[in-house]
C-alpha cells in the first residue's frame, strides 16, 4: 500500500514485508490449528462468513461500490443488537460509503478506542490472475481473493469481533469504534479525511488501531511482530528543462534532454543524511540481534553517530534498510521530445521523494536545488505533501502487544517500525490522535502478494488475527 497511478500515498502492508528477525518455533494454542473448515467454532465461522461477504462485494474504484459493503456489514452489527444510532453508514460521495459502528461503555472512565480498516481494493484483472479475483476461495490452506491481506481481513476481524464482544456483554471501560472507510487505495473521495472534517465526533479517540504493521514468517516461523508508529512523508517532483529546440541536423551544447540527464545523475549520486527517530532507533536496536557481526558493528557505530558515513555505506546496497535509515529521492518517470529529427525543446522528469517525519519537504526541494547545480532545470512540487508525526511509543499500547505476542506465538519480538510508505493513520495523527499498525496476521515476508496476482491469506493465520485482535480489545479497553 504504497502510491497509486495518481501519486496518492496509499498503505501497502509495510509491516507485513518488514526484515523483523529473530528465529523461534510457533506452538498451536487455544484450539486454533490446522483444522478444516468443519472444526471452526462459532466465531470463527461469522468471522469467515462476513470475510467472505467482503471479499464478493466489489469495491473497486472503477466498478465497485463500498457504501454496498459498508451496508451488508452495518446488517451484521444491527442483526446482534447494536442500536441503530451506533451503527453508521456515511457515504461521501456516489459508490463511496463508510461504516462507524460502536460497542458503547456503560461507564467510560478513558476515551474511546478505535479500529481502523479501509474496505476499498486495488484493481484485479481476472486475466492476470489463475483464480477470480473477486470469489472468496479456500484452497491448500489459503484464502484468495482481492482484499485477504489489503485491507478486508482487518475489517471482517474488526466487524466479527464487535459482535462477540456484544454478546458475550462484554463491559469496556471505554467505547469502542471500528471504521471502514473508502477510497485509502488512492480514490478521490478518502473517507478517513471526510469523516475527520465532518463527523470527528463519530471517530474521535484516544488512539487508532489501523493497518501497517503485522507478524512476518520466514519458512513457517514468525520472526517478529511489527507495530508501525510512523510514516515516510510522500512528496514527487517534476523536473524541467526547456529551450528553444531546433534541427537535430544542427546540435547545440545547450540540449534539454542532457541537461535533464546531468540533473538526474547527481540526484542519483547524492545520499541524504542519516537520522534517526524514537521509532527507527528502536527497531535497529531489534534487528541488532541477528545481523551478521560485520553489520551488527556497522549499525552500532550508526547508531551512536548518525554521520558515521562509512558504518552507513554498510547498508546502501541493502534498501529495507537503506531507505529507513534516511530520506531518498528516486526518479521515476520521463519525458522528452517531440520528433526524432528535432531537438528537445522540452525535457521532463518525475522524482518521487520518501522523507523522514519531521523534515520539511520544502527543505528537501532547496536540497535538490543544491545538488542539480544548475538554474535551467526547473523544480515544481507535484502536489501538496501530507506530513504526519510519529507516535509516541506508549506503553499502555506497547506493553498489551508485547504481552499478548508473547501469549501467542512465545519468543516472538515486537518491533516498533516506520513505513516507507503511507496509510489512513496520517491523517489521523495529523488531527492529533497517535495511530499504531498492528494486526497480529503473520505473513511470508518472502512471498508479499498486496496489490497482486493471486493475493491471498494463511487460514490459520486469519483465525490467530483474529484472536490476537479480540484480545487486545479486552487488553486495552478493560480496568
Known sequence: MFTNDQGRPVSKTTGRRLLVLGCVAVLLILGIDRASAAELNPHQERAKAIFKELIETNTTHSSGDTAIASQRMAKHLLASGFAEEDVRVIENAPRKGNLVARLRSVAPTQKPILFLAHIDVVEANPEDWNLPPFEFIESAGYYYGRGTVDDKDEAAIAVANLIKLKQEGFQPNRDIIIALTADEEG???????YLLENHRDLVDAEFVINEGGGGGLRDGQPVGNS???????????????TNRGGHSSLPRSDNAIYTLVSALSNIEAYEFPVSFNEVTQAYFKALLQDMSAADKKAMQRLLKNPADSRAAARFAETPAVNSRLRTTCVATQLEAGHAENALPQRASATVNCRIMPGRPPAEIQAVLGEVIGNADVSITPVRKPTPSPASPLSEAVMAPIMRI??????????VPVMSTGATDGLFFRNAGIPVYGVSGIFSD??????HGRDERIGVDDFFKGLEFQERLIKALASD
Not at 515476508?445 to 498486496?450: G, L, W, Y
Open 445 to 450: 515476508i518472502d512471498d508479499v502478494r498486496a
Open 187 to 193: 480514490g478521490p473521495e478518502n473517507g478517513v479525511i
Open 405 to 414: 505476542t508473547e501469549e501467542l506465538w512465545p519468543g516472538t519480538p515486537v
Open 227 to 241: 507495530v508501525q508508529a510512523a510514516e515516510k512523508v510522500y512528496q514527487s517532483y517534476t523536473l524541467e528543462v
